[in-house]
C-alpha cells in the first residue's frame, strides 16, 4: 500500500528531475502503484491543498496537475531557471519559490504585469540582489484558494 | 499574485482595471515567504502551514494588514 506521502514525494522529485509535472501513468512507474491508486493519492492530496487537479481531456483519462506549488504543470510568464533546467511557477511568489524548494540558487525571468519590462533576477545563497520591485496581489488572503488559477 | 517594478505601476494596473489596490511586499519579504513556505517542499515531511503559522509568519516579516490574514472575513468574497 503506497502513501500518500510516498506519492507527493514521487510528484515532485520527478517536477524537480525534470522540470515538467509527471503524468498519473508516470507516478504510478516511479512509485510501483497502479494508476488508479495515484489517481486517489492526487485527490486527497488535492484535498489537503498540496496539489491542485485539472479533468483529462475526456471522461475517462486520468487527471492531470494543474499546480503543484510553487511549480506550474503549464508554462507561464514566471520562468525559473535552476542548474540548467527550466521550470514555471504559478505567480511571483511561488517564482521565488521554486528556487527556495530546488536549493536556493537560480535565475527568475518574469515581467512587470503593467509594463512588460522584464525581470531578471539572479537568486544567490542570501536570496534576490537588491530590488525596487515589488509584489502585489489582488486576491485577500482569505481566498487564495476559491479560485487558485486566478489568484 | 505578480510583479511590478514600481508603486506607480502597481496603481496603474489597478485602475486600469477598476480594481482596489492591495497591499505590497518587497521582494525582501517575498523571499522570506518563498523559503519559509516552500524550501522543504521536495521532503517526505513538508506540508502546508496551518493558518495560525501563516498568521505568525506574515507579522513576522511586516505583513499586518488584515488582507494576509488567512482567516479574515473583512474582505467578503474576492
Known amino acids: 500500500m503506497i502513501s500518500d506521502v510516498d506519492v507527493k514525494v514521487a510528484v515532485y522529485r520527478h517536477i524537480a528531475e525534470s522540470g515538467r509535472v509527471p503524468t498519473a501513468a508516470e507516478c504510478a512507474e516511479r512509485v510501483g502503484a497502479p494508476v488508479a491508486d495515484i489517481v486517489a493519492a492526487w485527490e486527497r492530496l488535492q484535498s489537503n491543498r498540496l496539489l491542485l487537479l485539472a479533468a483529462g481531456p475526456s471522461g475517462e483519462d486520468a487527471p492531470w496537475i494543474r499546480m503543484a506549488p510553487p511549480f506550474s504543470g503549464v508554462p507561464t510568464q514566471h520562468a525559473v531557471e535552476v542548474r540548467g533546467t527550466e521550470y514555471f511557477a504559478n505567480c511571483a511568489w511561488d517564482a521565488l519559490g521554486v528556487v527556495a524548494a530546488l536549493g536556493g540558487e537560480g535565475v527568475v525571468r518574469s515581467r512587470c504585469e503593467r509594463s512588460r519590462v522584464p525581470l531578471e533576477l539572479e537568486c544567490g545563497p542570501d536570496g534576490p540582489p537588491p530590488s525596487d520591485w515589488l509584489f502585489h496581489c489582488h486576491v485577500p488572503a482569505a481566498h487564495w484558494w476559491d479560485d487558485l488559477v486566478f489568484t | ?78
Open chain 2, 1 to 78: 499574485m505578480l510583479f511590478f517594478r514600481s508603486e506607480e505601476e502597481v496603481r496603474g494596473w489597478c485602475r486600469d482595471r477598476g480594481l482596489p489596490r492591495r497591499p505590497t511586499a518587497s521582494m525582501d519579504q517575498l523571499w522570506e515567504l518563498a523559503t519559509t513556505w516552500y524550501a522543504s517542499r521536495l521532503e517526505p515531511e513538508s506540508r502546508r502551514p496551518a493558518p495560525d503559522e501563516i498568521r505568525r509568519l506574515f507579522h513576522r516579516i511586516g505583513l499586518t494588514d488584515p488582507f494576509w490574514d488567512p482567516q479574515s472575513d473583512e474582505f467578503g468574497h474576492a
